[in-house]
């Protein structure tokens, strides 16, 4: 209910802020019998974390994640995941001059009129700092679903747009620059950007593509839990994000119904995929893909105006190493919360045959 | 889990299809003492009900509700609220032509290869009958909720768009056509394309707007369940809809974190409200708006190929009586889910004071 | 949340007072494909329904269901399960001198200082009649699950007690007599009790035994959610339920490890089975049986001191038509509960293979 | 889903195995501004670890918790409680003889036919261990509920009951014997008793009364979410447990309704207390009171036939560090669960007021 939980069947419930001692969740719900490929979960969590490159915030953790419990051998057991990343680079004094200060646009004075206290330091719990739990299950839902490919990438930064659709696009490409965007000549346009953006003290906003290959017929609830619907609320749900479409999306609200109906095969595909590979709240085996805006960053390297807690306007400089551009850090986050949208839907699905 | 549910505290579970007995549900966790207008009620279900006007479908549906339990001397008691709505304009002759029949852009082959077995007359489940269901609960909450205003429009059809931003808006004009557009001389034009496009056995998309004004501060959990994630969900499980965005949405995607940034007044609202009410998934105080993209509705009155059982692609010509733009009802429809989501946290909140 | 749902994939939620229009609930996660006997369902209804015998209270209600959804061609459809119990046989004047009145030993008075309001005739939704609604969900999961047998039967009434192991018993004689226990010498006993405690204007309480056969193993979650404590939760849930224990139950409490353990055939099966068919909350593929505990019927036919809502005792005569002993009726509530979680684990349990 | 969450609003997630890196959980919903005392806390991790007496396991553990977030200068912040407790002493060696092996009347043989797969070190999850975690959220929510007393005792051990009712006892003096039993006189036999049985190399069942005083009127759902059933499930929960009653319970349903009615006096409170300070699954205020029954522990000092995986009965001696009987150490943790329930309903009222 308090909303730190994600999933009903591959359930992942998340603890930790920014500044605490550790982050890390439990994942209750993976099956049994799953051979790890722990690597490959530090490799997404290298994906997120800060400092990896001139683009994001240079501050340094190593984020390694620790299991506790819900291995044995290497292998699933059927029993809660426990695991924690320790908090190595706090730096608590960076954030003693917002004790008493709302930022603009952060989540400072959310925060404290609904709980009456805050752990004020970095943000606290509203920090993006804990989707790197997310990352970890996501890791782990992505080598269940091995036979389902999982792809996101940068498609906007700022008025730097990918035009070309996915389709012609390499996504092996995606890791091969700093931006995440397939495209190597958009990159290097969104990497310019970003650049000039940071240099400017300032932030910018973008979106991300995010496309599901392989999924199985069948997965999605027909009425309140579509398929969408929990893709949407997953990506609502990470830090920034600010909309959703998915399939034709708000294109499709300006079309008409002949120019949007996909035509079918005869083997049950379709001809064209506007509605985005779910129909009715549930997979049809076409590509899933769905977009996802990011507002730029709320903490700015420039003088601003802020409240505090008496009530006066005070005028803030704002310090410590944020990231200028959500979005390249964001790709695996987007990534993981896919995964864990579709093993639930997966092992959901599972009763029906 | 198998989705026919909404909410955690004032939930709704909903069943019917389409072309069945009745359709009806559950509203479980609405409070004791709250004396019920039964007329707004109704009103709400006339305004979502078909043939009220010359753009929407010709069926005839009293979609009268007939309450069961829950309710006393004319006032909830706390015990669950049934009731049920009629089916009474069936008509289950005009489906015969789709019993084997997939057609395209509908649910029809989802549904027959996730369960095996469906009731084909009418979208049976899938139908946008459902939503009936959601507007009587939706109606209670607004009456629970009677504080807040929650207000809905047509912001576009097709290409034609409502300019003007909300705060400029009469919404008592909402009513005054059959668009439900405030804007009378955009109204006007959306009516004409309306006609035109339903006089081509066409139909067309359109996008919803909505208003939540003085709704409390706190309400939404800070992490999965973020205020805009659960709106972003309930949403995209109304039928048709393809796109999500609140505040500054997919154009916030494209701004600096300095043109962004909301400054606050020293009351603790904000000069500008780009965030749309809520901060780090909490509302603020400030509205919340957000917009909802909807597809033009995939039963064209015109031939079209669809597939059948055997895997033939054969030549179908849509009958019946069907909406040319679904906006238009889909306003009372987006109210009822707001409201859903909004007397959900409300409640909620009331744990933590 | 607030309590009138069972289960969490094959899930139940109930409506209804005992003197509204009707009572009635959805069942939701209901396989499709399922070929429906109804007149098996109705057989269970009449089991419970009151006037069935002269040991039972003599009210009259047919208790016909009437399914409004979820259901095509006599097949389940993989949709919620909507249905109706129409209350026909009200008499609400029965109840008018209990308006102001709490009582002794009912839920008038929590009911009252919970909510604040009540529907206060005929115990309103704290009736028994609820698990009418009950019945009809079981009826359902016991046909979902044929392969496994759901027997119940009375083990005691009072003092007189069935001492006979469930091993020698012969569950088709438990119809075969109106307190519904297999032995027909004991049977006869309660009988006479029942018809003396009835004559005096009072009521007796009495046990239920249950048990269920072929059960696969594996069924029930390890930690909180033990299969034992899922049947005892729901047995609780039950009226008039005050204890629950299976396989040793209170008795093995009194005794050693040696004496309790259950050494193991070759095949798995054990050579005893004092651990009631579950070892660590999982089934292990031998008989699951539990006792329940009924008290006595609080309202009695005789002068009682209740309390009004001025705050006065007052000395109040019960009327209306009462059972003097609830467990002949309990029996199939008792078989219905058990089957809903025995369908809920069931179905959970899929995912795991 | 897969059962290792308690409660709905202040919800407690575990994991862990007993011989793993550590255990712990998650507090998601527990209030905000609660001023913890960590040494109380400690306190009851003390009362339940092994090592304390001479009448329990020797093991040595301990059990220190450690938080990891939602504590912010030592007060409650609203967010996730995450914390772990190591496991410092887990001997692994001990237990490589049961590899291949399924103990009798242990999980052993259940989870590996469950799962496939299991750590069979100790018992893994389904060890006891497990309930240190609970004892950790008990602990936070006894202090969370600080105006109402919550107080376990061991009221049999074997055939030695306690025969005072608890009216007669002083709870101030449970924890002044090893075996948790506030009358010394019953106190001493029970712990000759329990010494006897571990010279023996056996173990022995027995009893625990747990008594909820000051608890307010209006707490647990009607339906099937009575407060009765969850304290059931809550007790059935909790390892070895084999049987729950509460109020006249099993007694009770030897009595007639005109002996179990407790009529009320003018304050509403009532004359007797058969019904158990719970009407229609809802506290009426007056003390709660329950007897839960544990069985002997499974793990004896003997020769005893066990299975292997290559389906051979086996001989197989017991070795370790068991308890002889479970009773002293399990009162904290009826407790806890006690408590947790009483902190789930508590805050879900809040929404009726």
Known sequence: MAGNSFGNIFKLTTFGESHGVAIGGIIDGCPPGIQL????IQNE?????????NIVTQRKEPDTVEFLSGIFEGQTTGTPIGFVIK?????????????DVYRPSHADYTYEKKYGVRDYRGGGRSSARETASRV???????????????????????DIFLERPYQELDFSKTESNAVRCPDEATAEQMITKIKEIKKEGNTIGGTVTCVLQNVPIGLGEPVFDKLHAELGKAMLSINAVKGFEYGSGFCGARM????????????????TNLSGGIQGGISNGMDIYFRVAFKPVATVIQKQDALNSSGDIIEMQGKGRHDPCVVPRAIPIVEAMAALVIADFYLLNKMYN
């Open 45 to 53: 969590m290298n994906r997120r974390k800060p400092g990896q490159s």
């Open 37 to 40: 490929d722990f690597d490959a």
């Open 256 to 271: 008409k119904g002949t120019e949007h109906n996909d035509l079918f095969n005869e083997d049950g595909t379709t001809k």
């Open 136 to 158: 970890v299950a996501g890791a782990i839902a992505k080598q269940f679903l091995s036979a389902i490919q999982i792809n996101a990438y940068t498609s906007s930064v700022g």
């Open 87 to 99: 908090n190595t680079n706090q730096k608590s004094k960076d954030y003693s001059h917002i004790k």
